[in-house]
């Protein structure tokens, strides 16, 4: 079988790596890939917003199965595209894919479908939002409606915060025309856990859990990333919290799937906080995410290519013995470029890889943006390289990781210092 992966990140690269591990899977292609991809698949250079590009390369390569990394492709259409030539392709089609895609739309569909959610307003005039935020206290959560790369929720802590972020993106339009509109939302505390669930044909089956870190600053301070750590699973989340998440309200998403006309064979990525009053849905994701896939597959016993093939075909189902995962704990702690997620260099050259793995037998690296020049390896992007380690603890992980990291250098690297640190202090 062929198979072809979309993206360029961690997330990629982790995908196509377990892939490479099925007896089923003669070849590999990733669209466009990165340096690390290049060890068990061939980079194909195409834009993963490239459509029209991506399709004709599957039909004039006979490609077996399509997965779909990034989630813009998604929310562009891509999967409905690649069915109208017959195409077996992994993920949501493009309605489906608005859970992600408007954050308007996708409280829409949990206020219909009764699945638990913080109260919310929704705002595509500046003045407006201004009076709408007056019913709220704080601190409050202002979100842009659409994809904004992980970078478009801010938590606002006075009225003052909350008009700067207002004004942000409604008038300064920083997120462009994924900003068109706004939802401003009750704060909600807690934990948060991220579950994962791998749907065929609307039919949602439990996956795994993670948890990462999204603020950049060591202690949860700065900015929203799309993640700089992760862990799984999440050891947070007790079996009688994700029973109940099973149980109550995994059961409301696929009637509201069944209902809503959603094609929907792909990965349902649900973030939920898990409160006082019992588990509450904070968003959704239609894909796998990044960095919690670093951490995921690594664990997944299974064929990861009969899931995928039979969650995307009609003609075989998933069964919940299929999905398999071994207990050990995995983690990871990103290298990122200095100045992310804002202003940031790229072509630094990398350092010490070969040191870091040989450091012990349970480490491994992930390729986040990362590129080849000359047989060197030059940094590529915000999040560079994911340091990763699998043992039967997290305090193992833990001490696996930072005592090795700093084997490996490039200018302005930087990491957190306290990814896990939360779980091995309890």
Do not use: W
């Not at 990861?304 to 998933?318: G, N, P, R, T, V």
């Not at 990291?405 to 690297?413: A, L, M, P, Q, T």
């Amino acid at each position: 079988m062929k198979v072809l992966v979309i993206g360029s990140g961690g997330r990629e690269y982790s995908i196509a790596s377990k892939l490479s591990e099925s007896k089923k899977v003669d070849k590999i292609f990733v669209a466009p890939g990165n340096a690390g991809t290049s060890d068990f698949a061939e980079n194909v250079d195409i834009d993963p917003d490239d459509i029209k590009s991506l399709k004709k390369f599957a039909l004039d390569n006979k490609i077996d199965l399509t997965v779909v990394g990034p989630e813009k492709p998604l929310v562009d259409g891509i999967v409905d595209e690649f069915k109208k030539d017959g195409l077996l392709i992994f993920g949501p089609n493009k309605k489906a894919a608005q859970l992600e895609g408007s954050k308007a739309f996708s409280k829409e569909f949990m206020l219909k479908y009764d699945i638990p959610t913080a109260k919310y307003k929704e705002f595509n005039d500046y003045h407006k939002a201004v009076e709408g935020i007056k019913d709220f206290s704080y601190p409050l959560v202002i979100k842009a409606d659409g994809l904004c790369a992980g970078k478009g929720v801010i938590i606002c802590n006075s009225p003052v915060e909350a008009l700067y972020a207002l004004k942000d993106i409604l008038v300064e339009k920083k997120f462009k025309d994924q900003g068109e509109k706004l939802i401003v939302e009750e704060f909600l505390e807690g934990y948060e856990a991220s579950v994962f669930l791998i749907a065929s044909n609307n039919k949602l089956h439990f996956f795994s859990t993670a948890k990462d870190y999204k603020k950049i600053g060591t202690g949860d301070k700065g900015l929203n990333t799309g993640g700089v750590g992760c862990f799984s699973p999440n050891l947070l989340l007790d079996n009688k919290t994700r029973d109940e998440i099973l149980a109550k309200i995994v059961p409301k998403l696929e009637t509201g799937l069944e209902k809503e006309g959603m094609d929907f064979s792909g990965i349902l990525f649900v973030g939920f906080m898990i409160t006082k009053d019992g588990p509450k849905v904070l968003e959704f994701n239609v894909r796998f995410g990044d960095p919690e896939t670093e951490v995921m597959l690594p664990r997944l016993k299974s064929d990861l290519f009969d899931l995928l093939y039979k969650a995307s075909s009609d003609k075989e189902s998933i069964k919940e013995e299929d999905i398999v995962f071994s207990e050990k704990i995995t983690m990871t702690v990103i290298l990122t470029s200095g100045g992310y997620p804002e202003s940031y260099k790229k072509g630094y050259e990398i350092s010490g890889t070969k040191e870091f793995l040989k450091s012990d037998k349970d480490l491994y690296l992930v390729h986040n943006g990362t590129k080849i020049v000359s047989d060197k390896l030059y940094t590529n992007g915000g999040r560079v390289l994911s340091c990763s380690a699998m043992k039967d603890t997290m305090s193992e992980a833990r001490e696996a990781i930072y005592s090795n990291i700093s084997k490996i250098h490039f200018n302005d690297v930087y990491y957190r210092d306290d990814i896990g640190n939360d779980i091995c202090k309890k």
